[in-house]
């Protein structure tokens, strides 16, 4: 064990601002069933940096046994927050929230390096603020098409920009001006009328995956939802609750609630697995807000993945065949964060002609999980060699995903290994079925 509580009780190292609810930590019997679930557990082979070993941590800096020391904040920080341990979990142990309470905790209270807080504070701030988001990507939109890429990649010097160089590295192809403009703010329904939603379009999926936002659009409206589009809508915080910047990330999702609330919509579609994981929980989020704390309840019951709402119905109209081998990847917050695991098997099952093959430890981290790939790339590095090897086997033409990260981390990997693979979300594939063309 890297950090042994001295058994003296003191004041808890955290305060009083959302701290890691006490009930929750009690939930865990220290049974070890998560443990074999846990990646970082099978990578270290410590304790501490298993579920079990952080909820002891947890735990002993709550009862004021050890403080936000190093130790404390690396065995925290080295979680993937994917939450595995939630699934393999018998007690059913709130994980993920005991998890992002402390590093909120740590955020309030721990000192990082002064380079370490710049290089959050950079990402932090530019990946969930939508206006700043879109110049970066006009800038990177000109940085690959003007073939500067390619020479800066040729000439190695990306080696001597650190952890701004390993980013350049999980750069997609950036969608051209024409595919990024906003989407209309309302796509009506085609044929009879199932319902009205709401469209998050998300921070790295608007700008970097606009083609699978317009994909989005395009099959719901097919399926007879009036697809609402908020032009006022912002970033929905996912990234920032995961990185303990909760009071940031409180004012993201009150401004989400009421952004959504005034499109006065039966439901809201999310088609990334970390925004949507967080916008069920915003009841969470908000839970000591008294204005709040009720319409956050409402609006995280009204939140549905994309997969969700499409399988819960057989498909409208004609799907042409798409001869291809696919597999199919569990982002983590859609597997163990949402429970969502058949919806979008069901609907890519749904279209003709498509080989379906299933992919070994499908629902295993690639790695991305928020910003880890950037903080952690050599840890990163062994999740996603892993991935990588599995969907080779399924010897796939095209992989499924439904979160930005993991198709970023999961095609960085692919590319690296030559391999002629194309990363794809499910409403693109469906899509492609209803066209009769690929994207
Ligand atoms: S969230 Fe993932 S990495 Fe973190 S303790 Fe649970 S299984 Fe391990
Ligand atoms: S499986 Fe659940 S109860 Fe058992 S050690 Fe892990 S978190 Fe605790």
């Not at 163990?336 to 299933?358: D, N, S």
């Amino acid at each position: 064990m890297a950090v042994q509580p001295t058994g003296k009780i003191t004041a808890s190292a955290f305060d009083q601002i959302d701290p890691p609810d006490a009930e929750l930590q009690l939930d865990c019997v220290h049974c070890g069933f998560c443990l074999p679930t846990c990646p970082t557990y099978l990578v270290l082979g410590n304790e501490m940096d298993s579920p079990r070993g952080r909820i002891y941590l947890i735990r002993a800096a709550s009862e004021g046994k050890i403080g936000i020391s190093d130790n404390f904040v690396r065995h925290m920080n080295l979680c993937l927050l994917c939450r595995a341990c939630e699934t393999a979990c018998p007690s059913g142990v709130k994980f993920g929230f005991l998890m992002e309470s402390a590093r909120g905790q740590i955020e309030r209270h721990y000192q990082y390096s002064a380079a370490d807080r710049r290089f959050k504070h950079l990402i932090l701030r530019t990946f969930t603020d939508p206006r700043r988001l879109r110049a970066v990507t006009g800038l990177l939109s000109f940085y690959q098409r003007s073939g500067l890429q390619k020479l800066v990649r040729a000439s190695g010097t990306l080696r001597l920009f650190g952890r701004l160089g390993k980013m350049e590295a999980l750069l997609p192809a950036i969608p051209d001006k024409r595919r990024r403009k906003d989407l209309p703010e309302v796509v009506p329904a085609k044929g009879e009328k199932r319902g009205r939603v709401g469209l998050l379009v998300g921070c790295v999926q608007r700008f970097f995956f606009a083609d699978v936002n317009s994909a989005t659009a395009r099959v719901l409206s097919e399926n007879g939802y009036d697809v609402v589009v908020p032009r006022d809508q912002g970033c929905c915080g996912s990234l920032l609750v995961h990185e303990g910047e909760r009071e940031q990330a409180k004012a993201l999702a009150r401004r989400t609630i009421d952004v959504f609330e005034r499109a006065h919509v039966d439901l809201v579609v999310v088609n990334a697995a970390g925004c949507g994981s967080v916008m069920k929980e915003y009841w969470e989020l908000l839970h000591t807000e008294p204005a709040y704390a009720q319409r956050a309840e409402t609006f995280s019951k009204k939140v549905r993945d994309v997969s969700q709402l499409l399988a819960q119905a057989p498909l409208n109209g004609r799907l042409r065949a798409l001869k291809r081998v696919v597999t199919y990847h569990d982002a983590c917050h859609l597997a163990h964060g949402q429970k969502v695991r058949q919806e979008p098997r069901t609907i890519l099952k749904a279209i003709p002609g498509l080989q379906f093959v299933e992919l070994r430890e499908s629902d295993d981290c690639c790695g991305s999980a928020g910003i880890y790939n950037l903080l952690y790339p050599e840890l990163a590095r062994q999740f996603l060699d892993r991935k990588i090897e599995r969907i080779k086997e399924t010897g796939a033409e095209v992989v499924v995903s439904g979160n930005p990260g993991c198709s970023l981390q999961i095609e960085k990997g692919l590319k690296e290994r030559g391999l002629n693979v194309r990363v794809v979300h499910p409403v693109e594939l469906l899509d492609w079925s209803y066209h009769g063309t690929e994207g």
